[in-house]
């Protein structure tokens, strides 16, 4: 099975522009997340996606596997599915940019459901809530799902509401998703037709419009640490934490 590793890396974010360029402790964001997706043994290729000419040029720079994309797409899934069409694979993930910290066991995870149930078609991973504050940060979506693990919903809010029962822990979404090339293909063919899904729309959270249509997504649980980076105040947590790693000698920068 042949499996890439794809990161969409994006200049004009409305919340955070130029994010990917980011320096944490002399690289730019996006070079740390790469060095981690090279570290999964599952992928047979890894390339950062882009629809800018300075992030090209700095993972050119660097060594970093890139590909040129459309700057019309609406959605970094949008984005994978263009590199898909690109590069045929039988398994494609997408590993968002903003991620640094993501460990590679982690992003295994998402990976390992397809060796041993051929049913699946997509994967995503949710870890448990420990800060209180994630609850109602409208910057994490929660993730709602069945006794089997597969995706109910997913939202910004902080749900389900516990009215009957105290007794539940709440979980966020890590941002590995893994796609067998049709679903893939169906998402892009559902944007070009219709563009953004109902409830997608609303909660800005693209794994929805494979749920609004019936799909089944896998949710794995991981005991992940990993921060997405949206804000300012993100990357110098981040930064932090990297230094410190750097520091103690269990990563480089080089």
């Given at each position: 099975m042949k499996i890439i590793g794809v990161i969409p890396a994006r200049y004009k974010s409305s919340r955070f522009p130029g994010k990917p360029l980011a320096d944490i402790c002399g690289k730019p964001m996006i070079w740390w997340v790469y060095q981690q997706c090279k570290k999964v043994e599952d992928f047979d290729e890894v390339y950062v996606a882009t629809d800018d000419g300075k992030i090209f040029s700095v993972c050119e720079s660097l060594g970093v596997k890139v590909i040129m994309t459309l700057d019309t797409h609406k959605t970094g899934t949008d984005r994978i599915g263009e590199v898909a069409r690109k590069?045929?694979?039988?398994?494609?993930?997408?590993?968002?940019?903003?991620?640094?910290?993501?460990?590679p066991g982690t992003i295994k995870a998402a990976i390992e459901p397809f060796?041993?149930?051929?049913?699946?078609?997509?994967?995503?991973?949710?870890?448990?809530?420990?800060?209180?504050?994630?609850?109602?940060?409208?910057?994490?979506p929660k993730v709602?799902?069945?006794?089997?693990?597969?995706?109910?919903?997913?939202?910004?809010?902080?749900?389900?509401?516990?009215?009957?029962s105290l007794d539940y822990a709440y979980y966020k979404q890590v941002c590995v998703y893994c796609f067998k090339p049709e679903a893939l293909q169906f998402y892009c063919d559902y944007g070009e037709k219709y563009g953004?899904?109902?409830?997608?729309?609303?909660?800005?959270?693209?794994?929805?419009?494979?749920?609004?249509?019936?799909?089944?997504?896998q949710y794995i649980e991981v005991d992940s640490e990993t921060i997405a980076v949206d804000t300012p105040n993100d990357l110098e947590k981040v930064r932090a934490i990297v230094a410190a790693k750097i520091a103690a000698g269990e990563i480089s920068n080089a």
């Open positions: 590069i045929p694979a039988d398994l494609i993930v997408n590993i968002q940019g903003d991620e640094p910290l993501l460990e060796y041993t149930n051929p049913q699946i078609q997509i994967s995503n991973l949710m870890t448990k809530i420990k800060d209180p504050v994630d609850t109602v940060n409208f910057t994490v709602i799902t069945n006794r089997e693990g597969v995706g109910i919903y997913l939202t910004r809010a902080t749900a389900p509401y516990p009215k009957g953004k899904a109902k409830i997608e729309e609303v909660e800005d959270i693209e794994i929805l419009r494979f749920i609004e249509n019936g799909y089944k997504v």
